[in-house]
């Protein structure tokens, strides 16, 4: 999308995105976790901001849930709104590879569409696809926040996986149902992808 205002320019700085990954003494990406809600992104995603750091990477988690406490305040969860708290994500996960930066996104990010947008924003290069698949029936029964039941009961309308699809990833790089995976066991399978692009 073009900005609104045409009279504006690009001020270019005197260090590159290659000087300040140079410095951090790594290639930054942008891990994106996508999946219903209790798949496990945020418990998966910090876990592995944790096993990169102590791996001496600096990195970064940009959680659906807090952003919407910051950032992300003023939107809901309606298909438009949805697609603008993906497209701000995916705008602060660019700014933060280019400060040299490995991020984790965790968002459910339930559309095809707007993952695309994500990846396209980013850079295809940057971008690595990461699907928790982990079934409905197990989502619902942990129901950390009791959101499925509310769901259930009609209390929150447009719930992904009751009220509101989810559309499953074609092509993700990695997919990890974690009914099946244990938490530490994804984020070494996650880390070794990593070192392998
Ligand atoms: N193998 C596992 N991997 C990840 N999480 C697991 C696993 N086994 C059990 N859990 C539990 O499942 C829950 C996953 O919740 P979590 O908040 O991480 O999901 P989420 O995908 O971030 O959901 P939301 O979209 O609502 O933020 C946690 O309570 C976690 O402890
Ligand atoms: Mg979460």
Redesign the pocket.
């Known amino acids: 999308m073009k900005p609104k205002q045409t009279n504006i320019e690009r001020f270019s700085g005197h260090v590159s995105s290659g000087d300040r990954a140079a410095l951090l003494g790594q290639r930054p990406l942008t891990v994106w976790?996508t999946?219903?809600?209790?798949?496990?992104?945020?418990?998966?995603?910090y876990a592995l901001e944790r096993r990169l750091l102590s791996l001496g990477h600096a990195c970064y988690v940009l959680?659906?849930?807090n952003l919407r406490h910051g950032l992300n305040r003023d939107l809901g969860f309606s298909v438009t709104e949805r697609r603008e708290n993906i497209r701000r994500t995916a705008e602060m996960a660019k700014l933060l590879n280019d400060a040299g930066l490995i991020v984790i996104a965790?968002?459910?990010s339930p559309r095809r569409d707007d993952r695309a947008m994500a990846r396209e924003i980013i850079g295809d290069s940057l971008f690595v696809e990461i699907y928790?698949s982990t079934p409905l029936d197990t989502c619902e029964q942990?129901d950390?926040?009791g959101?499925y039941a509310r769901a259930r009961c009609g209390e929150i309308a447009e719930f992904t996986g009751i009220s509101a699809p989810y559309e499953t990833p074609l092509d993700p790089d990695l997919t990890f149902d974690?009914?099946r995976?244990?938490?530490h066991a994804?984020v070494s399978l996650i880390v070794e992808h990593l070192q392998s692009r």
């Open positions: 976790l999946g219903l809600s209790a798949s496990g992104k945020s418990t998966i995603g959680d659906g849930d965790a968002l459910i928790l942990r950390p926040k959101l974690t009914s995976t244990e938490i994804s």
